[in-house]
């Protein structure tokens, strides 16, 4: 069956510092690929997504993903995180070959900041 | 900027009583989702809506949980009778169309307590 992993399930980070998220998934082909972000109180949104092309691939507030077939990862990074990074992340994979499409979700990381 | 809008935002209801969401999705948007996101986890997919019809509602429990989108625009989620296990939060999101390259845009969502 499909699944997503994200082995941390909490992060913490001093403000300034670099990130990186993990997030491995299981299936046979490769699957398109989401990172949403949840702020307290507010909705899910969508910060970057990876169909085909540069492995490499840039999103919203300075976050970007980099897709590793070899390693069925999915990791997210960014340089330098300002407080207001702290929130929830979560990986998601929609299969590509389902017709629905439907998002399978990893269980999420919560990112705290250290100020 | 449009948004998804939800209500109730929190709702209190004892177990065996009735529970009812409503979502409001963004004006055009075909595809319609209800997830169940409980703490800890990502979300999970309860029902899809392409339209009016349903798409997928293979993981609603349909002994008590029912969905309509009668319209085609706004939906309402019902819960009869509620059970302490369906504490949680409901989101609903909604999307242009069901293939992944459609953002799916989420509401604040409705925290549900079963007491």
């Known amino acids: 069956a499909q699944s997503v992993t994200q082995p941390d399930i909490h992060i913490t980070v001093s403000e300034g510092a670099s990130l990186e998220l993990r997030c491995n998934y299981s299936?046979?082909?490769?699957?398109?690929l989401f990172w949403y972000v949840q702020s307290p109180g507010q909705g899910l949104q969508l910060l970057l997504k990876?169909?085909?092309?540069d492995t490499l691939v840039q999103g919203i507030k300075g976050f970007e993903a980099e897709f590793k077939r070899s390693q069925s990862s999915f990791n997210l990074r960014k340089p330098s995180v300002h407080w207001s990074d702290a929130a929830e992340y979560f990986c998601?994979?929609?299969?590509?070959?389902?017709?629905?499409?439907?998002?399978?979700w990893g269980a999420g990381t919560k990112l705290i900041i250290k100020p | 900027e449009a948004e998804v809008a939800q209500s109730p935002r929190y709702k209190i209801t004892e177990k065996s009583q009735a529970v009812a969401f409503w979502c409001d999705p963004i004006?055009?948007?075909?595809?319609l989702y209800w997830y169940r996101q409980i703490l800890g986890q990502g979300p999970e997919l309860l029902v899809q809506?392409?339209?009016?019809?349903?798409?997928?509602d293979s993981q609603l429990p349909k002994d008590r949980f029912s969905a309509e989108r009668l319209k085609g625009v706004d939906s309402t989620l019902k819960i009869q009778p509620a059970e302490l296990g369906d504490s949680a939060m409901y989101l609903c999101?909604?999307?242009?169309?069901?293939?992944?390259?459609?953002?799916?845009?989420f509401g604040p969502g409705t925290r549900l307590t079963v007491t």
């Open positions: 998601a994979v929609a299969p590509s070959m389902d017709s629905n499409y439907q998002l399978i």
């Open positions: 809506f392409q339209d009016e019809s349903v798409v997928d």
């Open positions: 004006s055009g948007h075909a595809t």
């Open positions: 299936y046979g082909a490769t699957p398109y």
């Open positions: 990876y169909f085909s092309g």
């Open positions: 999101a909604s999307s242009l169309g069901q293939q992944p390259y459609y953002e799916q845009y």
